[in-house]
């Protein structure tokens, strides 16, 4: 199984979220509805969401966040890189080899070492 870390799912569920299932897609949309209606209690506003999908009964859906959203963050990873590794591009410093902000960053936000390809002056 890869080695994943929080910053790494994370990083992944940003920049990589085309990659996940349609049930995991789901359990997102479900989880992030969820939050928004936290203090709602069973009002219109939630069965509207429930009616247009953005809240969910399915058991299947459910059990994806059954362990809280963390876990299910690190799960979904996994699965992606275990399944789809050459489709992730961990960005990673050439100097500190932490992880940069985004896949396609040029400067380090550990280290603040920039990489950026230097201009060749043709005079």
Known sequence: MPDITLEKAEY????YSNLLSLTEKKAL???????KLEDQGN????RMYMKVGWLTDDPIVLNYLS??????????AERIL????NDVLFNLCPICKKLARTPHAKQCRHC??????VAIDPN
């Open 12 to 15: 992944i569920f940003v920049h």
């Open 29 to 35: 949309k479900h989880y992030h509805s969820t939050l």
């Open 43 to 46: 009002t219109p506003l939630r």
């Open 67 to 76: 362990e809280g959203y963390i876990q299910f963050m690190l799960t979904c």
């Open 82 to 85: 275990t399944e789809r590794p």
């Open 112 to 117: 603040g070492h920039n990489w950026h390809p």
